[in-house]
């Protein structure tokens, strides 16, 4: 089972940015945890990081091609973007599971953040949980579902 790991704007930062909000973990060491927990969970991930907002597009676009899982961070870009959106739906009514995720709790934090324009076409969103939002993302997309 493939999986994409999105990861947009800002996330490259890990490990410098506002650690006190975000922690300590780098964006390489997300990689080599995702990694680790998808080879123990049977799955073939890929992690990739941009900022750009079209990049994001594409790859949505790639995963539906391709017929690939998602596990996204859509960052900022969540609060807003309906172009990405618009992509995130066509992973869903393709078929393929999308899991919101992000490192943080956006609803413990300011107002901008307690809407996510992605959350309504995702299969399901993991929040809060620092680097382990992506391991429960993907055991969520590695389980049997019945
Ligand atoms: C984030 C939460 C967003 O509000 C913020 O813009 C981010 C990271 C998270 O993972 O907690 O860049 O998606």
Redesign the pocket.
Known sequence: TRVLVLNG???ARLGVREPEVYGSATHPDLVDAVQRWAVELGLEAEVRQTDDESALVGWLHEAVDSRAHVVL????F??YSYALRDAAAQVTTAGLLLVEV???N?YA?ESF?HVSVIGPVATGTVAGFGLDSYRLALSAIARPRV
């Open positions: 704007p800002n996330l961070n859509p960052a900022a969540t609060h992000h490192l943080t956006p934090r953040r």
